[in-house]
């Protein structure tokens, strides 16, 4: 069976909008779009923004496939992976009859989006790992569901965890999904640790979906840029339901720069540093009495228990720094999270730690 049959019944049989550019052709005089026949006034060298963009622009399509190692139609460039978190649920979920699965506490918009689209939510919380502090999907009890649900959604590293998914877990499980379920590994922390990637499994499993992000390792938030990395005919099927034109072409252009051979290896500088800054100020964190436990940090951030989360926080925003609460999240009391910033502020936010006023340790 195609994977493609787990689609949406209006979208296996949804003829895309047929944009202008989509049956364009190749001629050199353009009157079919109503675009204006120049650029002006605001305008970018060797750009032509009188032009629509195209849907899915080649040199960031072909640059990241190339990166991640995959063939170019296995890759849908989009407005950041939330834009791909949500067209996966566009695509397959149908409204009040579909589920997805997720693994609390983790990233808050796939509820969200399902939500948004009326689809339900299936929560099988992430299960601890006797003796260590790390977290797992509970692959029994996500087995046990997936007659009930079309896409189980992972995230490796876990934000706000910082667990990685353990790779024989995901590979029977997706064995035992085939045919039946999308397995989503959202990957958008994979740069801090790339060995960990289960972008290899792609060639043995076509209900493998795999999320990335320029937000992240490649420090672009603000272009919103994501990539969804799939078998040739999910991408077929989630270009079908993607907007006509989703990548302005500015945006094309930086993303194309930052999956260049200079912006890869920028990236990966970036990466290292980060990656120390991240162990030093774990190991300075280990010496306060105020840290009850550090989570698992594949990321670029790390969560802390503290004794006391909310006295933590408070003093913190006292002193204008910015963290993220999650002490109100099943299994999450006191804990804070911490994304990893330059040495400058990871100094101050142990200053604040190690001036902490005795009751609240
Ligand atoms: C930040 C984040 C995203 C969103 O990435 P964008 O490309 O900025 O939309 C997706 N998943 C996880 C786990 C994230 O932490």
Redesign the pocket.
């Known amino acids: 069976m195609s994977i493609a049959n787990l689609a949406r019944r209006v979208v296996r049989a949804l003829t895309p909008y047929q944009s202008a550019r989509r049956i364009g052709g190749k001629g050199h005089v353009w009157l079919n779009a109503n675009e204006a026949p120049q650029a002006y006034p605001f305008t970018i060298e060797g750009s032509r923004l009188n032009r629509y963009p195209e849907c899915q622009p080649a040199e960031v399509v072909n640059g990241y496939a190339a990166y991640a190692g995959v063939n170019p139609d296995q890759v849908l460039v989009s407005r950041?992976?939330?834009?791909a978190?949500e067209l996966l649920i566009r695509t397959f979920c149908e409204a009040g009859e579909d589920q997805i699965l997720i693994c609390p506490p983790t990233?808050g918009?796939y509820a969200i989006s399902a939500e948004t689209c009326g689809v339900g939510i299936v929560e099988q919380p992430l299960a601890e790992q006797p003796l260590t502090a790390s977290r797992q999907p509970d692959w029994p009890a996500i087995a046990d569901r997936l007659s009930d649900v079309k896409l189980v959604f992972l995230?490796s590293p876990n934000?706000p965890t910082g667990d990685l998914v353990g790779r024989d877990g995901l590979i029977a499980l997706l064995e035992k999904a085939r045919d039946r379920a999308i397995v989503v590994v959202?990957e958008?922390?994979i740069e801090f640790c790339p060995e960990a990637s289960v972008v290899d499994l792609l060639a043995r499993f076509p209900n493998l979906v795999v999320?990335r992000?320029?937000?992240?390792a490649f420090a672009l938030?603000g272009i919103?840029?994501?990539f969804t990395l799939a078998s040739p005919e999910v991408i077929a099927m989630l270009a079908k339901v993607i907007a006509p034109y989703p990548i302005p072409e500015p945006i094309a252009q930086i993303a194309a720069q930052a999956l260049s051979p200079m912006g890869l290896e920028l990236m990966r500088e970036r990466v290292v540093e980060l990656n120390k800054q991240k162990a030093a100020f774990k190991a300075e964190l280990a010496k306060l009495a105020c840290v009850k436990a550090v989570f698992e940090d594949k990321g670029n951030f790390v969560l802390v228990r503290f004794v006391d989360g909310a006295a933590i926080f408070a003093a913190m925003k006292a002193a204008g720094i910015i963290l993220r609460d999650f002490s109100t999240k099943p299994g999450l009391d006191n804990s804070i999270r911490v994304t990893i910033g330059y040495q400058g502020e990871m100094d101050a936010v142990l200053a604040v730690l190690r001036d902490l006023p005795s009751p609240t340790l």
Do not use: V
């Open positions: 950041g992976a939330d834009e978190i990233y918009m995230c934000n959202d958008a922390y999320t992000t320029l937000s992240k938030a919103r840029c994501g």
